[in-house]
């Protein structure tokens, strides 16, 4: 690939130096073989398949990253119809029950998941967590 790239661009200086009488005198490409020519246009079809495959999923994002977790946890991930009244952030609950209520509350910044001290609603103090052994613990212990 590299060298066919080098040709290309001495073809390219070549044409530029000569100037007007570039038709009269550079020499037309070399034709490679057709069998070639076919196999790489099909490596090209399916590297554009690849791409568009790729293009076409979801992005990923930290809040489907905790999604996955809590799923794999067996928690539910709910959202809340309240935002944090010091950053603005939608809240979240992650808890093991089924009728939604106790666990944990948090939101979610960038790539950082900050959970709400425990009991505490008005002006709660929330505190990074990580997605380990630890949150597990205060969500068994509720």
Same mark, same amino acid.
């Given at each position: 690939? !590299?060298?066919?790239? @080098?040709?290309?661009?001495? @073809?390219?200086?070549?044409a530029l130096d000569l100037?007007?009488?570039? @038709?009269?005198?550079?020499?037309?490409?070399?034709? %490679? +073989?057709?069998?070639? $020519? !076919? +196999?790489? $246009?099909?490596? %090209?079809?399916?590297?554009?398949?690849?791409?568009?495959?790729?293009?076409?999923? #979801?992005?990923?994002?930290?809040?489907? /990253? /905790?999604? #996955?977790?809590?799923?794999?946890?067996? *928690?539910?991930?709910?959202? *809340?119809?309240?935002?944090?009244?010091?950053?603005?952030?939608?809240?979240?609950?992650?808890?093991?029950?089924?009728?939604?209520?106790?666990?944990?509350?948090?939101?979610?910044?960038?790539?950082?998941?900050?959970?709400r001290d425990a009991g505490?609603?008005? %002006?709660?103090?929330?505190?990074?967590?990580?997605?380990?052994?630890?949150?597990?613990?205060? $969500?068994?212990?509720?």
């Amino acid at each position: 690939m !590299a060298r066919e790239w @080098t040709k290309g661009m001495e @073809t390219i200086n070549l044409a530029l130096d000569l100037g007007d009488d570039v @038709t009269a005198h550079l020499p037309p490409p070399e034709a %490679g +073989s057709v069998k070639t $020519l !076919a +196999s790489s $246009l099909r490596e %090209g079809t399916k590297k554009v398949e690849v791409v568009k495959r790729i293009v076409n999923e #979801e992005p990923i994002t930290f809040r489907s /990253v /905790v999604e #996955e977790w809590c799923e794999e946890q067996g *928690l539910l991930f709910i959202p *809340l119809k309240e935002a944090d009244l010091g950053s603005g952030l939608p809240l979240f609950r992650l808890t093991a029950r089924g009728d939604g209520k106790g666990g944990v509350v948090v939101y979610l910044k960038g790539d950082v998941m900050y959970a709400r001290d425990a009991g505490k609603k008005d %002006g709660a103090v929330f505190r990074p967590v990580g997605l380990d052994e630890r949150l597990l613990l205060r $969500l068994e212990a509720k």
